[in-house]
């Protein structure tokens, strides 16, 4: 079935660093990428989306890129702070364009 | 105003208990999504509304039943739950759905305890 693989599952950072994450979505016709930030107690909020037909979004210090015949696609955040920390999810939206499939989730620590 | 709402933030009840979640947005969206998430797992899909009519059943057990009384409005009501449905339930809304992929907007949970 449609699976979506994100690595790393932590990752931790100094305060002003990079951090890159990555996922890998096996359904050819997904053609939407959501990222999604999740706080201690809070619902996912939605930080940057990417479609098919474009190989790279960027937001102030976010960045997502997409490799559609490797089917992977990435997110980059630049000069990391602390208030960056939170679980991060991947996901791909395909054909019907209802059903999210969401990576495993990466924890983000960002050390002051 | 991205805003999804729901209420009430923490519930604890028995499994013999009758309960109801509720969600609510005004951003004219027509599709409206409940989930399920366990500690540490990414959200799992339950139901999906469209324009007031249930779309999608992911399989999930009878004893949690959707209802979306109008199209800013969506509800689920729980009934002899057991342990393993303590969790945190979202909603989410989007435009629509269907052709094309649309931004999903989450609120911010109620987290369950089944006691």
């Given amino acids: 079935g449609e699976n979506v693989e994100q690595h790393p599952s932590t990752l931790s950072v100094q305060e002003g660093d990079s951090a890159v994450i990555k996922c890998t979505y096996s359904d050819s016709a997904s053609n939407y990428f959501p990222w999604y930030k999740q706080e201690l107690g809070k619902g996912p909020q939605l930080i940057i989306d990417i479609r098919s037909n474009v190989g790279e979004k960027k937001d102030q210090r976010i960045a997502v890129t997409l490799n559609k015949t490797a089917k992977h696609f990435s997110l980059h955040i630049t000069e990391t702070q602390p208030e960056d920390s939170a679980v991060y999810f991947c996901a791909a939206i395909g054909t019907g364009g209802f059903k999210t499939i969401f990576g495993a989730g990466t924890r983000l620590f960002v050390k002051a | ?115």
């Fill in chain 2, 1 to 115: 105003d991205t805003e999804v709402t729901q209420t009430p933030k923490h519930l604890v009840m028995g499994m013999t208990n009758k309960k109801s979640l509720k969600c609510e947005q005004h951003m004219g969206h027509r599709a409206m999504y409940w989930y399920k998430q366990k500690a540490k797992k990414p959200p799992e899909l339950m139901f999906v509304y469209s324009y007031e009519k249930l779309s999608i059943n992911e399989s999930v057990p009878s004893r949690f039943s959707p209802e979306c009384p109008n199209s800013s409005l969506l509800n689920l009501h729980l009934h002899a739950l057991q342990p393993e449905d303590s969790a945190l339930y979202l909603c989410a809304s989007s435009q629509d759905y269907g052709t094309s992929a649309y931004e999903q907007y989450f609120g911010p949970g109620t987290r369950l305890t089944v006691t």
